[in-house]
Nanobody, 120 residues
Framework: QVQLVESGGGLVQPGGSLRLSCAAS????????MGWYRQAPGKQRELVAT???????NYVDSVKGRFTISRDNAKNTVYLQVNSLKPEDTAVYYC??????????????WGQGTQVTVSS
């Protein structure tokens, strides 16, 4: 069994910052790509940022220069530093991880979601 546990969401004023964390635990042989999606009310889930096992990153255009994704492979943890927040960043943020088990099967696992609300 594998679990992804998220933390770090909250209410912040426009221009503020938060650091989201997502830790994977359980029967993990290797963690491949990790990343973050978000889903705002009434909208489809959107891919925000990804990081490969080698540290290569990719971002949706709307967050480039404001969000930074990183990972700690020793802790099987992915982070999302979100700066210069805007009201349109308000959403539930979901992390994911592509994880190999001991049989070399790979599967995508999801965190439970953390709410980020940007409002004055």
């Amino acid at each position: 069994q594998v679990q992804l546990v998220e933390s770090g969401g909250g209410l912040v004023q426009p221009g503020g910052s938060l650091r989201l964390s997502c830790a994977a635990s359980g029967s993990i042989f290797k963690v491949n790509a990790m990343g973050w999606y978000r889903q705002a009310p009434g909208k489809q889930r959107e891919l925000v940022a990804t990081v490969t096992s080698h540290g290569n990153t990719n971002y949706v255009d709307s967050v480039k220069g404001r969000f930074t994704i990183s990972r700690d492979n020793a802790k099987n943890t992915v982070y999302l530093q979100v700066n210069s927040l805007k009201p349109e960043d308000t959403a539930v943020y979901y992390c994911y991880a592509e994880i190999y088990d001991s049989r070399a099967y790979i599967r995508r696992y999801w965190g439970q979601g953390t709410q980020v609300t940007v409002s004055s």
